[in-house]
């Protein structure tokens, strides 16, 4: 950890990604025909972890690995991305594994076996308090367990240190959890899913919605539509999109979340920090692959400054 500055603790998944690219994603009882097949390092926390340390910040992960082949290798690519993988332990068993086909417009299909993931426990959480009381924010997701996540946001609450939540995969959340978080992070799938409206008429009124229920700050991700902020404080701002061609648009929404997480460590305000964390994003679906796509600071800010309007960033 770099001295003086409070790190960036990701609680979340860490799985091997198995991804086949094909002309097309098959629908229900098709075969298509694969291309090429590549296995990346993925899951969304480690995801989001490497996001951090690709950018230069201090962070540190809280998960578990299987003790198979996939767990050193995980260990080895987290740790070569600046990631403290002091508190990331070993389960007997699976690492987590997702099989994700990805099409030739960038758009992707994912299935996800939890594997070792399913064991990350409040047991973690306890085991591992002084470092997330020493963390500046902690992110986390919904690809461990629901009841571990809860109680990781009341030690949040607690403590308090912000939690960023994103909630994927979308799936009922204890009312509780909604209170005490300080940024819910959906995409348009995932935020119509905790609405209950998919035809929501505007990106504010899901925030609104969301913020009813106790959130204290709401980042809607819209993929080519940009990014939709709103906060209790009567931030209500639409970002728009950067405009590149996509290749790959596994763990976009997860270099989004790192970078937001970043730029507010960095001292940015929330819309100067969604700003920079779309940009991260934009850079990242321009390449193939999860975690291999994470870019460095300087090339989230080469394309700050090459966007129209940038100037003011």
Request: aromatic share 4%; with cysteine.
């Amino acid at each position: 950890m770099q001295a003086g500055k409070k790190p960036v603790v990701v609680v979340g998944s860490i799985n091997i990604d198995l991804v086949v690219r094909a002309e097309r994603i098959p629908v229900e009882g098709e075969t298509v025909q694969g291309r090429d097949f590549q296995i990346h390092p993925g899951g969304k926390g480690a995801n989001q972890a490497v996001a951090v340390g690709r950018l230069g910040y201090p962070v540190a992960m809280i998960g578990r690995i299987g003790d198979d082949a996939f767990g050193e290798q995980l260990r080895e690519h987290l740790a070569g991305a600046g990631v403290d993988i002091s508190a990331v332990a070993v389960s007997p068993g699976t690492s987590g594994v997702a099989v994700i086909v990805v099409s030739d417009n960038g758009e992707n299909s994912i299935v996800i076996t939890p594997g070792a993931n399913a064991h990350v426990s409040t047991t973690d959480i306890d085991a591992n308090l002084e470092l997330i009381r020493s963390a500046g924010v902690v992110l986390a997701q919904l690809e461990i367990p629901i009841l571990t996540v809860l109680h990781l946001a009341r030690i949040c609450a607690r403590e308090k240190v912000p939690l960023i939540l994103d909630p994927a995969p979308a799936q009922e959340l204890p009312a509780e959890l909604f209170e005490i978080v300080e940024w819910f992070t959906p995409n348009e799938t995932e935020a119509a899913f905790f609405t209950g409206n998919a035809d929501a008429e505007s990106s504010s009124t899901m925030a609104q919605f969301l913020m009813g229920k106790g959130i204290k700050g709401v980042l809607l991700k819209l993929g080519s539509r940009g990014v939709y902020i709103a906060t209790r404080a009567h931030v209500a701002e639409q970002l728009p999109p950067f405009a590149v061609k996509a290749v790959d648009t596994t763990a976009a929404g997860d270099a989004f979340n790192g970078a937001f997480a970043t730029g507010l460590m960095m001292n940015l305000t929330p819309v100067e920090s969604a700003r920079f964390a779309a940009a991260a994003a934009a850079v990242s679906v321009t390449r193939p692959g999860a975690q291999p796509s994470m870019p460095s600071i300087a090339e989230v800010e080469q394309m700050l400054h090459s966007a129209t309007g940038s100037s003011d960033s």
